[in-house]
């Protein structure tokens, strides 16, 4: 290929890509469409793109490293070229925590492109996937897709995978209001850039005027993030190596904390590396306050004073719990999962994976900037700014509040342990313990009858920290192999849990677990979170529940024995009865005569609404559903790990007469098996194509027309020719004059680069000659460059601290 039409394709590549380039997320909740639009539309692109890269959007020529060395960062332009990025350049790259990682883009932005909608607007969004080898799927977590299941995006229950080089065209209605989320729901993709933020606006005239006026509003999504690749971390947890988390040639290694005792919970199982708010994130070796790289930007929230503000959290996180809090202001939780509660005044927020929660802050304190901060129970943490819009930008120098009785006790809202020892001065506000807006929601409890048409099913969650299987009722999730959705033969698409040659090791069953009930029924689930023993009190986990296609009434949520004077758990919930002293797979209540109505405790008057509960470890939560929507729901844990080795189920509601029919054509995938005798009958009499029983073709190349043959002629003008077939004659010339056209095209496009090149070569000479902005390092920095990735060794365990 000649040299100037090869540079010629790099530039047209270039130019795509940078159309599609890194484009900087917008924090502030805009609608994408106006309320008196129908259909308010999207055009989405999925490729792989990768963390710390600059792509210029001036010059439009190849995108660059950017590398942080010498307390600054640099655009890397060549082997030993290097030039001081600009602010400018800082805030339209994915910095995540300062390491070069490949991820995922939704039309170049990571988190994706923010969908504000109203409610009762058909959203439109056409997904292009361009990744080289893996399917997707997007999941909009939060909305009920009532008509429209095979809307619900989870492969294998609601839809095929979308292959690479495919599109596919979702289409739904807006429902319910508040804040919600999009995600992948393939494998393990939605933690690294297959997420945004899914705002529902309630129409302008359903308003109500239940707070004061509010300023603006900020998207916030918050996340745990690792060196590794989702992949990668996933198989050191299924080959038991999870202890290699800082690297397997890192002499560290990563000792669980599920031992230990923590301020607002346990650290869990995994290392948390490091978090992000929006995409913008740091790392702090050895759990201190100082990030290893500090000049990264950090997500900023402008506000004026004496002004509201809402602030709208996400936690996308793959595993962790994450506390909000943000220094020297108290926070008014208004809404949960998108459903309004009265508002609560609290110092920290508690969020686990999947959940959302929408919060006031008040701005009356002295202008300045404060920490916002994200928290992860005692093992990490990640920091943004609040900044008053009358002050410069500046590093904060604010302190996080303490707990003490002078100082008055902290309130922590949906904490995961409800007892703490006295000296921590907290005090949890459990989920049930929040109040619906009934102004907003008028929506009652399902009532308890008698009459069938309410069940009661206990589902015990466990995950099994040896072999790495996640279970529910000692099943093991096994995919189908066809989605449900397109209505196939279940039997012959799904491991069912009934076979008797049910393959199961160590007391866990693999098999596609499918809970049926009747359309409308009321359904009440106890979900159980006993540890991989029971006998085992120091083991355990707590899991975040979502439930596909509805939303549930929180009526309780119950949590661990504790021994009151330490805040230590002491096993399960002494509410609970299980099978042995080793398993709980068939929990049930220890007292035969609770169920229903009659359990302590249960919040029936106002409970708060959500599709995602936290379960908290070795307790219980109930909550209450009617099964209204007809279709197969996905039921599983949001800690990505977990649901995708076993914690979930599908939730079968009506038979598949009363679901809505699958839209024509759509696309249906699963198994194939090319059955011997097929083969068999092909290879021996191979069929003829339709198109060669009247067009026959001869070694040469000449067709044969009912048996004759059909010489091409040639005409006697140079460079134009035509072939005879038939009689009839086609030309070429308007081939040969567009690809004379497009020739001159190409090599006049190239002649322009080549110029534009030339020119922006000399303006880098003239700035390399009026400012030392542009330079090439020397070897003590290149020195430096290279030592500067080695960390500083942090402890080989997690340390924790109380507030």
Known sequence: MPFCLQNTIVLLVAIATCALGQLAFDHNVIPSCSPDEEVCEFDWTIRHSQTMIVFDKDDIVQPHPLIYTNGS????????????????EIQRTITAEGRHKMIYVINGQFPGPPVVVYEGQQVV???????????????WHGQYQRGTPWMDGVDMVGQCPISPGQSFVYRFIAEPAGTHWYHSHLGVQRTEGIAGPLIVLPRPTNKTDNHEPIENEFMVLTQDWYSFSSVELLYLFNWDLRRYSFGLDDERCFISSEKQKTDLGFSGFMLFESGLINSRGHHYPVFGDVPKLPLLPYETFVVES????????????????LFISVDQHQLEVISTDGHDVEGVKTDFIGTTPGERVD???RTNQKPGNYWFRVEANGAGKVKGILRYDSVDAGIPDSERKICSVERDDCVVVNCMNKVFPPHFNLKCVALHEMKADKRLDKREVPKYTDDGSFVEIMLSNRYKTQSTIAVINGKSFVKPSSPLQTYPDIDKVTESCNKTDLRCVDEVCFCTQIIKVKLGTTVQFVLVAPG???NEPILGLQHPIHIHGHDFHVLKVAYSNYNTSSGISLGMNEDIECETHVWCDQPKWKNSSWGGDNIPGLNLVDPPLKDTVLLPRHGYTVIRMRADNPGFWFMHCHIEIHQ?????????????????PTPKDFPTCGNYNFPQEEFEEIIKKPKKRPSDVNNKVLKGGSPIVNDKIVISG???????????????????????????????????????????????????????????????????????????????????????RRI
């Open 714 to 800: 040639v005409q006697s003008a140079p460079g134009c020719a035509h072939l005879e077939e038939g009689g009839k004659t086609t030309t070429v010339y308007i081939l040969t004059l567009f690809a004379l056209i497009t020739t001159c095209i190409v090599f006049g496009v190239c002649l322009a680069y080549q110029t534009v090149d030339k020119k922006r070569l000399m303006n880098r000479f003239d700035k390399y000659a009026l400012s030392v902005k542009y330079n090439t390092i020397g070897c003590d920095d290149k020195e430096k460059l290279v030592t500067s990735s080695i960390s500083d060794p942090p402890p080989s365990y997690l340390t924790f």
């Open 73 to 88: 960062l640099f655009i890397r332009l060549g082997c030993d070229e290097y030039e001081e990025a600009t602010q400018e």
């Open 644 to 660: 995708v080795t076993g914690m979930a189920l599908i939730l079968q509601v009506g038979d598949v007469d009363e679901m809505p």
């Open 532 to 534: 991989p023993f029971v």
């Open 125 to 139: 969004v056409r997904v292009k996937n361009e990744l080289l080898n893996e399917g997707v799927t997007i999941h």
């Open 359 to 361: 919060f006031l802050l």
């Open 306 to 321: 004496n002004k509201t503000y809402r602030f709208r959290v996400i936690n996308t996180a793959n595993a962790f719990t």
